[in-house]
């Protein structure tokens, strides 16, 4: 059996030094600041996101990897000694890079490149990608670990507390008048991935309430079992997040090892600094 690679795109909010420790290799998300172009994850972070946001009062663009950028990701696959790839790309509901992964494809007329639509994003991608490389080290087939992936994908789940609506007032996606009246009242939206989207799930009053409601629907997903995989996710807000971990644990049976990673600028730019939340994946 010829060696498999997996690889995905900056959505999946892994973190470089964990993609490294499994061998998945990132296209990134771009994100521009007028004629300004970053790369997620690569030479912008969450905070460097906020701070300029901060300084222009105006939020970027975001666009997804380039067929250039596909294609030298495969590339430096195929260098390195894979025969084929497994391609796990954010949602195509909320981003074009499913089509571009597909599109770069056809660079590679020859070669065995699978390219898969997670219907998700941020860890919950992540944990589909090492799902498959954890597979592949394992001796599976392709096939077979693609298969462990779309079940991890299947069994995921993703809530988290958006802190301010500040910045989809900045995106146009509620009204200025709407945020303020919402900061006022100290609501706090509750999102989740649903039909392939990040949704607004319910509103809650207070932080404090915001963040135990997302607990209690982690722990009423899994009906009683515990995660299998568990990640924090956050918006330049790392010490929220470390103290949002402690208060799940209480409440939760977690995995012994929990991953606090960065939501990551192509996803943080719409959901906005101060969110914390959870990537999980149930038992099987």
């Not at 958006?162 to 609501?187: D, E, F, P, Q």
Request: charged residues 20%; contains cysteine.
């Amino acid at each position: 059996m010829g060696k498999i690679a997996v690889v995905t795109d900056t959505d999946s909010s892994l973190p470089p030094a964990l993609a490294a420790r499994y061998d998945i290799r990132q296209a990134p998300i771009n994100i521009h600041f007028g004629q300004e172009e970053f790369q997620a994850g690569v030479n912008l972070s969450d905070a460097e996101l906020f701070a300029r946001i901060d300084v222009e009062k105006k939020l970027p663009t975001t666009s997804a990897p380039t067929p250039g950028q596909f294609h030298a990701v495969y590339q430096a696959a195929f260098e390195a000694g894979a025969e084929s790839i497994l391609c796990f790309c954010v949602s195509s509901e909320i981003s074009a890079t499913y089509k571009v992964a597909l599109a770069a494809r056809e660079m590679f007329p020859d070669r065995d490149i699978e390219v898969v639509d997670s219907r998700t994003l941020s860890m919950a991608q992540g944990f589909m990608a090492m799902a498959a490389a954890e597979a592949v080290e394992a001796g599976a087939t392709k096939e077979a670990a693609l298969k462990v992936a779309l079940g991890v994908g299947e069994r995921s789940r993703v809530y988290a507390a958006l802190a301010t609506l500040k910045y989809l007032a900045m995106s146009g996606r509620v009204g200025h008048l709407a945020a303020g009246m919402a900061g006022l009242l100290n609501i706090k939206p509750l999102l989740t991935v649903k039909d392939g989207k990040l949704a607004m799930l319910e509103k809650v009053r207070t932080h404090k309430k915001a963040w135990h409601r997302v607990i209690e629907l982690t722990a009423l997903s899994f009906g009683g079992k515990p995660a299998a995989r568990l990640a924090i996710i956050h918006a330049n807000a790392p010490e929220d997040a470390q103290e949002f971990l402690d208060l799940l644990r209480a409440e939760v049976a977690c995995p012994e090892s929990v991953e606090i990673v960065e939501f990551t600028p192509g996803l943080s730019v719409h959901a906005g600094a101060g969110l914390v939340g959870v990537c999980a994946v149930a038992a099987e």
